[in-house]
Nanobody, 125 residues
Framework: VQLQASGGGLVQPGGSLRLSCAAS????????IGWFRQSPGKEREWVSY????????SVANSVKGRFVISRDNAENAVYMTMNRLRPEDTAVYYC???????????????????WGQGTQVTVSS
């Protein structure tokens, strides 16, 4: 089971990026994928998640209306499109995966079994 997060970079405030979370060694069917971010000295913060079986998505209030999470079954990948980026969005972004299950709290990093390596997003002029 491997996840590969990519797509980060340096962008000016107001710009956009699309992060990818590509799965290998397994298919994403019946999995949840969550995106989290972490800045130096801060705890890992939930950003968004998607449950692949039904396509349900949820995003944190801090990014609602700006970030969109989506899936591509053919590519066995999940994407997060980030629009109107702000300096406070600067962080290392991680994707995690777990099998879907009743009662799981997908907004908590504790729910996830496998993680990608992280991709740096820097929003600065």
């Amino acid at each position: 089971v491997q996840l590969q997060a990519s797509g980060g970079g340096l962008v000016q405030p107001g710009g956009s990026l699309r992060l990818s979370c590509a799965a290998s060694g397994f298919t994403l069917d019946y999995h949840a994928i969550g995106w989290f971010r972490q800045s130096p000295g801060k705890e890992r913060e939930w950003v968004s998640y998607i449950t692949i079986s039904n396509g349900y998505t949820s995003v944190a209030n801090s990014v609602k209306g700006r970030f969109v999470i989506s899936r591509d079954n053919a590519e066995n990948a999940v994407y997060m499109t980030m629009n109107r980026l702000r300096p406070e969005d600067t962080a290392v972004y991680y994707c995690g995966t777990t099998m879907e299950g009743i009662g799981l709290e997908y907004r908590s990093p504790m729910a996830y079994e496998h993680w990608g390596q992280g991709t740096q997003v820097t929003v600065s002029s």
